[in-house]
């Protein structure tokens, strides 16, 4: 670590949550900088990024926890961007619990307007101390993921409307459409669906050809498909007669 990143472990030991606007102004460098000082620290086990900042490592930590060596691949990362830039202010926004859509949760632009409901306690702990509104839904909690799932969920669900729906998949078949491995999800996923005016499921490419135990939407369920540039032109096609209107995102 250098000098700044050291004082920035400092201020942690005093601080409930530092923000990368305040750091940026305190250190006289760019926010850019700071969000990189942030990575590495959190890299390093010292802090959580959260939605412009950070707060100290052991405050929350669902997804650390889960999947010690989990990290997020430059594509991953780019359709999280990409998807974030189609929503416009005063929107609400339901988002799966996926990693994927996390990436989409991180890059959400603050706008005291926008409503997020999520089962992901990974999206929470990203949103927690943005001026947006959240909802986090109830229900059981998952043994192999940081989220909230059944019967409880689904009719909670049915009691709202969303603008916009960002959801991921453990396996995609550009015909048939889009799966995930486990049933009680798959039954989520599938409520999630019916609240929503508009459906954007973002996920990296290698999913296509690998179906899931359970389809939980076919293509023309699906509005839009935010993936990488390896998405194969069949693929491609295939989704567009179906009517989805595909995106790609390009790491930077």
């Known amino acids: 670590m250098n000098t700044r990143q050291s004082e920035i472990v400092d201020l942690l030991q ?12 305190r250190f006289e460098v760019s926010q850019m900088t700071i969000r990189r000082d942030l990575r590495l620290l959190e890299e390093q086990g010292f802090l959580v990024r959260t939605h412009g900042g950070g707060i100290p490592a052991g405050k929350l930590r669902f ?7 989990y990290a997020v691949s430059p594509q991953k990362a780019a359709i999280g961007k990409l998807a974030a830039s189609l929503i416009a202010p005063g929107k609400t926004l339901m988002i799966d619990a996926g990693t994927t859509s996390l990436e989409v949760a991180r890059n959400l632009p603050k706008d005291s307007n926008i409503t997020v409901a999520t089962t992901s306690l990974c999206v929470l702990q990203e949103l927690y101390g943005s001026p947006m509104q959240l909802l986090l839904l109830g229900g059981y909690t998952r043994k192999d993921f940081p989220s909230l799932y059944g019967p409880m969920t689904e009719a ?6 969303v603008d916009i729906l960002f959801i991921g998949c453990d396996g995609a078949d550009s015909k048939s ?19 929503a005016s508009r459906v954007v499921v973002v996920t990296e490419s290698w999913k296509f050809g690998r179906k899931g135990f359970v389809r939980y939407a076919k293509p ?21 007669e179906s009517g989805v209107n595909v995106l790609i995102a390009e790491p930077e």
């Open 177 to 195: 459409g889009f799966y995930a491995s486990d049933l009680l999800i798959s039954s989520l996923e599938q409520e999630m669906i019916n609240i």
């Open 156 to 161: 909670m669900l049915k009691s709202f409307h």
């Open 220 to 240: 023309e369920q699906v509005h839009t498909l935010v993936t990488d540039a390896r998405l194969s032109s069949t693929d491609r096609t295939n989704l567009t």
């Open 14 to 25: 005093k601080a409930e949550r530092l923000e990368v606007r305040r750091l940026a102004q």
């Open 63 to 69: 997804l650390q926890s889960a999947f010690p060596h």
